[in-house]
């Protein structure tokens, strides 16, 4: 990280911008070219669960390699000056890679599920339908390394 002064070495802070930010992007690469895909998710034990559906670009570049990058920003706020050359922003933000697994079985899919569904707000017993649930499929990123970054009066 070039601005050691912005990096985020407590670890209960990084683990502060995996579990409450609302959306994760994924990075793959596509033969030369990028391709970044925005995701709900939800973060457990060193893993970022999403959901997908069984085909699609990301499921065949994931089968292609399975190493990825995400990105996650938690909170964000332009700071204004007079001076337009003076604008900011305070942020948070977390960067890491790590690989992704495709868990099919019905109990890492409703385990999954459960996460991502409380993380957004479900309360209860959740329901799940076999039909549903034989549409998706529940992709488990392991963490391999992440660094948090900052700016602004924290």
Known sequence: M??????????????EILTKSR???????????????PLNFAYSDGCIYVHSAHHGRKMDLINQNNRVSFEIEYYTEIIEDEKACNWTLKYRSAMGRGVITIENDRTSKINGLNLIMQKYG???DLKYDEDSLSKMTLLKLEIESVTGKQSGDW
Not at 4 to 12: A, Q, R, T
Not at 23 to 36: L, Q, S
């Open 2 to 15: 070039r601005r050691l002064d912005k990096e985020i070495e407590d670890e209960n802070v990084i683990k």
């Open 122 to 124: 479900a309360k209860g």
């Open 23 to 37: 959306i994760c992007r994924f990075g793959f690469v596509d033969n030369d070219e990028a391709y970044i895909v």
